[in-house]
C-alpha cells in the first residue's frame, strides 16, 4: 500500500483526507485523556473513589447488557428469517427494524414514555406485574434496546446470509430435524457476526443518552451523571467521569475483539 | 425405486410441470437438461426440501410427498458440495451417523471403510477448505454413504471440476455404483457426463421431463425437434411422406426424395428427418445405398479430433468425420462430394 502511494496521487489525496477522519477523533479523545490524566490527575483519582459515578458506570454497563441480551434472543430468529426467506412486506419490516436508527434519540425517547409511562398502553399492564418502567432500571434497558437492537439484528442478518443454505439442506438430508440443522449448522457458522453484532448493540446501549434521561432520569447512568456534573460543576467536575467511562469501555472492547478474533482462528 | 406421477410445483422463477417418472432399483439414472429447466427442484423435492403442490412422490412404495428430509434416508451431493466449514473431514463424514446415535466404534469402523472406498484416507483431519474441489466432492459423497442410502441425489457433481478431475471421478463413480448398487439420481447439463454414466437418461427441459430412455434412444432417437438440438444434431429435415410401403416410406425433402422407416405415418403427413452427423458417410463415387446424395462442401470446421463438415445436397447436412477421412477424400471447402446414409439410421417425428 505505502510503496504504491508514491506512484498513485490519487490515493495520496485519499489518504489526506481519510487522514483528517482519524485525526480528529483521536484529537478529540487525547486532548481530553491527557488534560485530565497528565494535567489533572487528582481529580481523576477522586472520581474513581465517588461510590456514585462508579454506580452509575455499573448500571450503564449492565442495563446496557441486559438489553443486548434481550435483542439477541429475539434479534436472532428475526434475523435468520431475513436472511432466509423471501416475503411479502419484507421490505417494510427492514425498514421497520431500522427505524430506531434513523430516529433522533430524544424522540425515541418521548415515544417510549408515552407507552411505557406508569399511565402508558404497556406500562400500565407492566405495572399490574410489578414491572415499573418509569425512573426505573428497566426503563433505561428498555430505551438501549429499543436504539440498539437494530444494530444486532442487521448484523446478525448478514451473518445469516453468508451461509450457504445447502449446509443446511445437506444437514437435513443426513437426519438433521429444522431445528438441529439450525443451531449445529446456522448458528455456530453466524456465530461471530452474532458476536460482533452483540458488542455494537452493547456500545450503542451504553453510548444511548437523548432517549434515557425522558424515560428515566434516575437512577442515573454514566451519561446523565456526567451532564448533571457538567451543569452543576462544570467541566472540572465531570470530564474526570467522561475520562473513567472511555478507558472502561476502551479497554472492554479492545479485549472483546481479541477474544473474537480468536475464536476465528478455531 | 423411485416413483414420481403428476408432479407440479412453482417455487420463484422455477416450475415443474406435470412430471411422471419412474427410477428402478440400482439404477443410474441422469436427469439431463439446459440450465433453468427445474432440475436442482425436481431433485430438492425427491430429497423432501421442498414440497410439490401437486402430484406424488413414491420411494419403495411409500408415499414420501411430505415427509421431512431427514426422515428419507437419501444422500444428498451439491455442486458445491456444501461441506460443514466448521468440522473438519472426518467430522464431516461423521455428522450424519452422529445423528443416528451411532457408538463411536461403529463410526470409526464406517468411517475407515470409506475412506478407504475413495481413497481420501490422508484427508481425515484436514480442514475442509484447503481441499481440491475433487478432494471436497469425494468428502461429500463419503458424507452422503456414510448414513447408507438406498438412494444418492447428486446436483451437477462434477460441474465446478477441471476436465482431468472430471474424468477421474466419473470412472470411480460407475465403480461405485457397480460394487455398491445403489441407486444413484444425477443432475447434469453435460450430455458427456449422461453419456459416460447413465443407465438411462431424463431430458428435462422448461420444467418437465419430455424423454426418457437409454442412451442410445436419447442420443440417437430425440423425440422432439428441440431434443434433438439439445443433443447437438444439426441435421433436422422438414419434409412431407410422399410414398409408402409396406415397411418403408419416401419422404420428400426440398424436392429430394428420402428413404426411411415407415412405422406409423401417412402419405401426405409433415414430418421431420433426424440423423446424428456421425451416421453420415461420404464417399466419392456412387453407392449401392439408397439414401445417396450430391452436394458441395460449404465448410469444414475442426472440432477437437473430428472435423465437421458442412454439405449443400439441395438440404443441409453436417458429417462428422476424422482426420484421416478428410485426407483420403480430400476434403476441401467447394469441392462436390457424396454422402450416403441408411434409413434406418433415420429418426422420423411428426411437426
Known amino acids: ?266 | 425405486m423411485i416413483h414420481i406421477k403428476n408432479l407440479s410445483n412453482n417455487w420463484g422463477d422455477f416450475t415443474l410441470k406435470n412430471i411422471s417418472l419412474d427410477i428402478k432399483e440400482s439404477e443410474y439414472f441422469v436427469i439431463l437438461g439446459p440450465t433453468g429447466a427445474g432440475k436442482t427442484l425436481l431433485l430438492e423435492i425427491i430429497a423432501g426440501l421442498y414440497f410439490p403442490k401437486e402430484g406424488k412422490v413414491m420411494i419403495n412404495g411409500n408415499d414420501v410427498t411430505f415427509t421431512s428430509p431427514e426422515n428419507r434416508g437419501l444422500g444428498f451431493v451439491y455442486q458445491d458440495y456444501a461441506l460443514f466449514p466448521h468440522l473438519n473431514v472426518k467430522k464431516n463424514i461423521e455428522y450424519g451417523l452422529k445423528l443416528r446415535k451411532v457408538p463411536e466404534d461403529k463410526r470409526e469402523e464406517k468411517i475407515s471403510e470409506l475412506v478407504k472406498m475413495l481413497k481420501i484416507n490422508h484427508l481425515l483431519h484436514r480442514n475442509t477448505e484447503t481441499l481440491s474441489g475433487g478432494e471436497k466432492q469425494k468428502v461429500a459423497l463419503a458424507r452422503a454413504l456414510a448414513i447408507n442410502p438406498k438412494i444418492i441425489l447428486m446436483d451437477e457433481p462434477f460441474s465446478a471440476l477441471d476436465e482431468n478431475t472430471k474424468s477421474k471421478l466419473i470412472l470411480d463413480m460407475k465403480e461405485l455404483h457397480k460394487t455398491e448398487g445403489i441407486t444413484f439420481v444425477h443432475v447434469t447439463h453435460s450430455q458427456e457426463e449422461a453419456i459416460l454414466l447413465a443407465d438411462r437418461i431424463g431430458i428435462m427441459m422448461k420444467g418437465t421431463i419430455v424423454q426418457v430412455g437409454n442412451p442410445d434412444e436419447i442420443f440417437y432417437k430425440p423425440v422432439t425437434k428441440e431434443i434433438a438440438q439439445f443433443v447437438k444434431i444439426e441435421n433436422i429435415w422438414e419434409g412431407k411422406v410422399t410414398n409408402k410401403k409396406e415397411d418403408e416410406m419416401i419422404v420428400e425433402v426440398n424436392g429430394n426424395k428420402i428413404v426411411a422407416l415407415s412405422d406409423h405415418f401417412k402419405v401426405g403427413q409433415d414430418v421431420r428427418l433426424i440423423i446424428r452427423p456421425e451416421d453420415i458417410i461420404l464417399g466419392k463415387g456412387d453407392t449401392s445405398a439408397r439414401n445417396n446424395f450430391k452436394g458441395k462442401i460449404t465448410s469444414v470446421i475442426k472440432h477437437g479430433f473430428y472435423y465437421i463438415i458442412r454439405i449443400d445436397c439441395g438440404f443441409e447436412v453436417e458429417a462428422a468425420v476424422t482426420k484421416q477421412s478428410i485426407e483420403n477424400l480430400n476434403i476441401r471447402e467447394g469441392k462436390d462430394i457424396n454422402i450416403f446414409f441408411k434409413a434406418t439410421a433415420l429418426q422420423v417425428i411428426k411437426r
Open chain 1, 1 to 266: 500500500m505505502f510503496s504504491e502511494i508514491r506512484r498513485n496521487p490519487l490515493l495520496i489525496l485519499f489518504f489526506i483526507f481519510g487522514m483528517l477522519i482519524v485525526v480528529y477523533i483521536i484529537a478529540a479523545l487525547s486532548n481530553m485523556l491527557y488534560s485530565q490524566l497528565v494535567l489533572h490527575p487528582g481529580d481523576f483519582i477522586n472520581v474513581i473513589k465517588d461510590p456514585d459515578v462508579l454506580k452509575s458506570i455499573w448500571l450503564t454497563l449492565y442495563t446496557s447488557f441486559i438489553a443486548t441480551a434481550i435483542g439477541v434472543i429475539l434479534g436472532i430468529p428475526l434475523a435468520y428469517i431475513l436472511a432466509r426467506y423471501e416475503f411479502y412486506g419484507k421490505d417494510i419490516i427492514e425498514a421497520i427494524v431500522d427505524i430506531p436508527i434513523i430516529i433522533p434519540h430524544t424522540v425515541a425517547g418521548i415515544a417510549l414514555f408515552s407507552l411505557l409511562m406508569k399511565r402508558g398502553v404497556v406500562g400500565v399492564a407492566f405495572s399490574k406485574l410489578g414491572i415499573v418502567f418509569q425512573d426505573n432500571m428497566w426503563g433505561i434497558v428498555m430505551a438501549m434496546f429499543f436504539v440498539s437492537c437494530p444494530f444486532f439484528v442487521g448484523t446478525a442478518r448478514e451473518g445469516f446470509k453468508s451461509v450457504n443454505p445447502n449446509l443446511e439442506s445437506v444437514a437435513r438430508t443426513l437426519g438433521a430435524s429444522q431445528w438441529k440443522s439450525f443451531y449445529q449448522i446456522a448458528l455456530p457458522l453466524t456465530s461471530r457476526h452474532i458476536f460482533s453484532g452483540a458488542i455494537m448493540s452493547w456500545a450503542r446501549g451504553i453510548s444511548e443518552f437523548g432517549a434515557i434521561i425522558i424515560i428515566a432520569y434516575y437512577p442515573m447512568i454514566a451519561s446523565t451523571m456526567i451532564l448533571a456534573r457538567f451543569n452543576t460543576n462544570g467541566l472540572l467536575g465531570s470530564q474526570p467521569i467522561a475520562v473513567l467511562l472511555i478507558i472502561i469501555c476502551f479497554i472492554t472492547f479492545v479485549a472483546l475483539r481479541l477474544v473474537s478474533k480468536r475464536g476465528r482462528r478455531i
